[in-house]
């Protein structure tokens, strides 16, 4: 019955971390929502500049750099609030920017209070659900990671969802965000009242020390910086398709696919199919460790990129190519946050994915910079032609990164 019980008690806690992460997936609704932002939110300049990429593309890449920052700053939290109390400081840093960022009308400004407050949210809150988790499934860890993430994939599809619909109905930008805000406290607080993690009992003896490299070991080694290069082109291709799946729907006004309520389902679909690749690839990096699985991501993220630019002409292959492309983004997240502790054990696991989630968030800024230059001169296709290179390089990489994890490092030498 006790075992029941528990095992109950930790299928909750993983539950809140779904719903928490609900929340933090709206980090990637911006490219629908910025489809309905004012004018003075396009441009740093406040003023319209047909045919060329807005600046407010860089919203969701400055918020992934603040993700960085609070990744860090939960690595210490955790330490003195605990899990419960360190996600709750993140969800409602994430209500906040999304109350008060309704209210800016210049872009400067945005960025600093919806990037940099949402960025932070999401930074505090990220990894807290996994390790409460952990605690309840510890040889499960793949898994764990994977139904969390789901969360965090799943979430863009239903705000994605409720802003179309609002902003359908005629409510206006600002309203538009203080609505959604609110929704976001429903769903973090019954989150948050539902993740624990497993008490440990009074007479269970000496705590058990886990073994794991310090963060200064994992910086300086060469598993490290291959690993960090291995995020950062495997995020690449899904990141640039995520910021510009619905300018690109829209490029030809003639097109099937230039439907604003297609296109923002397609947003929906294509980040419930990044939830899925999450749960899949969780489980799958498991199975037949990162290389076959990243692998195998990168050769997907080869064909889709090729068949992006034939894509406008058929509803069915527009889904299909931007769901297969975030399936595989969401994949890669879920691999990377499993193959840290996995190449550097479990110890200090948190703060090591602090400085590897750099990859996410420099991959994101770099790539929409990238695109924005590749679009100005070499079109569409061409750019998607480019982020195909990205995804095949990444496959050499993989091997190196394969050779180098069978060296051992000093802490899986120590007795």
């Known amino acids: 019955k006790k075992n029941g019980e528990g095992d109950l008690r930790g299928k909750l806690s993983v539950l809140g971390g779904v719903l928490i992460h609900l929340v933090l997936g709206t980090e990637y609704c911006w490219s629908n929502y910025m489809t309905y932002a004012p004018e003075s939110l396009m441009f740093l300049d406040g003023l319209s500049h047909v045919g060329k990429t807005p600046d407010a593309v860089q919203v969701m890449g400055l918020a992934l750099t603040f993700q ?32 008060l960022g309704s209210y800016v009308t210049n872009l400067k400004q945005f960025f600093l ?23 309840w499934f510890p040889k499960n860890k793949g898994t764990v990671n994977g139904v969390t993430l789901f969360g965090f994939g799943t979430g863009s599809l239903i705000f994605n969802t409720m802003s179309t619909n609002l902003a359908q109905s005629g409510v206006a ?7 959604l805000s609110i929704a976001y ?8 009242a539902l993740i624990k993690k497993k008490p440990v009992p009074a007479n269970s003896g000496p705590p058990v020390v886990l073994p794991g490299a310090t963060a200064k070991e994992a910086l300086s080694s060469k598993r490290f910086g291959l690993l960090w290069l291995v995020g950062f082109l495997a995020f690449m291709p899904g990141l640039v398709l995520t ?6 729907g829209m490029s030809n ?14 947003g929906g679909l294509g980040g419930l199919a990044s939830g899925l690749g999450r ?27 090729l068949a992006m630019p034939f894509a406008l002409g058929s509803k069915a ?81 993989l091997a190196v990164l394969k050779k180098e994890s069978t060296n051992p490092m000093a802490w899986q030498t120590k007795t």
């Open 173 to 179: 930008w600002g309203p538009m965000l203080r609505k």
């Open 253 to 266: 006004s003639l097109s099937v696919v230039a439907d604003d309520k297609f296109l923002s389902l397609v």
């Open 317 to 397: 292959a527009f889904l299909a190519t931007v769901c297969g492309t975030l399936f595989c983004l969401g994949g890669s997240v879920a691999m990377f946050v499993t193959t840290n502790p996995q190449l550097f054990g479990v110890k200090n696991a948190a703060e090591i994915y602090s400085f590897l989630h750099w990859a996410l968030a420099l991959s994101s800024v770099f790539g929409a910079k990238l695109a924005t230059s590749l679009l100005e001169s070499i079109g569409w296709a061409g750019m998607y032609k480019v982020m195909a290179v990205v995804s095949l390089a990444n496959i050499g990489l």
């Open 68 to 99: 960085g920052i609070g990744l860090r700053i939960a690595a210490e939290l955790n330490k003195k609030i605990g899990e419960r109390n360190t996600s709750l400081v993140g969800c409602s840093l994430i209500v906040l920017g999304t109350y």
């Open 243 to 248: 910021g510009l799946y619905k300018r690109f």
């Open 279 to 305: 749960v899949f690839w969780g489980n799958t990096v498991d199975r037949i460790g990162f290389q076959k699985a990243y692998s195998l991501t990168s050769i997907i993220q080869i064909v889709t990129m």
């Open 185 to 192: 406290a429903f769903v973090a607080a019954a989150g948050v």
């Open 113 to 135: 209070v919806y990037s940099g407050l949402t960025g932070l949210g999401v930074g505090i809150g990220f990894s807290m659900p996994m390790i409460a988790g952990w605690s």
